[in-house]
């Protein structure tokens, strides 16, 4: 590239940053000064003279009044004011009612009303002692109260159930591998009516909760009274012997059929019923006579604390 170029290059570079430096500082120009502008306002002249009016508002009601308007002073008394007449008014007085003797009547007070009396509530009439539901041998349901070790306390909740007209009863069981008494109320032909009773007995005392089971038991399985002598006759053959209990668990069974083997009685299992309420009965025996049998339960009872219920064999 050539000298010339280059300078006409440097020169054009030079005007065109010139141009950008100087030509907005004309386009921009010197801005506006703000004018001032003074006007004057004419206040108006002060009156001379200022009329004034009066007017009388009746105490008692009415149309006010106007007064004739105020003269105008004469010259060079402006220190004094003017008066209007505005005429008298009577005082008029409200006297107080009189009373015979020229007393003026006391204020009186208006006396206060009495208050009424509350009507009496009336009496609630007394509850209908409901009778205790009544037991069905051979019931389905039955209300478990709990199994003791001490068979002289399961005994005490059977007097007290009793006392209040439910029928109880106790069973043989165990815990914690030793021997024990479950107690019951029932057996009862339905849940509603197990369901009463035990309701019943918390309302006797309220520790004794309860519950309701299916104890699913025949007449024959858990016999509730001793077999009376002449349940078998002379002419029959057969024994006597002592029920124990009637389990669902053949295991349960078993063991108390173990307890009694160890403790000198003759016992077995025998069973009663047919699939879901099939039982197994715990029995010893058996014996010829009913009143060798009674001397074994009393045996039993003094050696297992198991009450037993004698019965007939087969």
């Known amino acids: 590239m050539d000298s010339q170029l280059k300078q006409r290059l440097i020169g054009a570079a030079v005007l065109i940053a010139l141009a950008i430096i100087f030509v907005p500082m004309f386009l921009s120009g010197s801005p506006p000064k703000p004018e001032t502008v003074t006007e004057n ?35 060079g008394e402006t220190d004094k004011v003017a008066t209007v007449d505005a005429g008298r008014r009577e005082r008029v007085e409200v006297p107080y009612e009189a009373q015979p003797g020229g007393k003026p009547a006391a204020a009186t007070t ?45 005994e005490g909740l059977v007097a007290t159930a009793k006392k209040h007209g439910l029928a109880a009863y106790t069973e043989s069981a165990e815990a914690d591998g030793k021997p024990a008494t479950r107690v019951r109320l029932g057996p009862y032909a339905d849940r509603a009516t197990a369901e009463a009773a035990r309701l019943k007995l918390s309302q006797v005392d309220a520790k004794l909760k309860g519950s309701v089971v299916d104890v699913g038991a025949a007449p024959a399985a858990q016999p509730k009274a001793d077999a009376p002598a002449t349940a078998l006759p002379a002419n029959r053959a057969g024994g006597w012997a002592v029920q124990l209990g009637a389990f669902k668990s053949q295991e349960e069974a078993n063991k108390l059929m173990q307890r009694a083997k160890g403790a000198g009685f003759a016992s077995f299992v025998d069973t009663v019923g047919q699939g879901a309420e099939k039982l197994w009965r715990v029995r010893v025996g058996p014996e010829a006579d009913r009143a060798n049998t009674e001397k074994v339960r009393d045996a039993v009872k003094a050696k297992l604390s198991v009450t037993g219920m004698i019965v007939t064999l087969p």
């Open 41 to 75: 306002l004419a206040i108006p002249p002060a009156p001379s003279e200022r009329e004034f009016q009066t007017r009388v508002v009746p105490a008692q009601g009415g149309n006010a009044t106007s007064p004739a308007p105020l003269t105008t002073l004469p010259a």
């Open 110 to 154: 208006p006396a206060k009303p009495e208050p009424a009396k509350p009507e009496p509530l009336p009496a609630k009439p007394a509850s209908a002692q409901t009778a205790p539901p009544a037991a069905t041998p051979g019931g389905r349901f039955a209300v478990h109260l709990g199994v003791f070790a001490n068979a002289a306390n399961a």
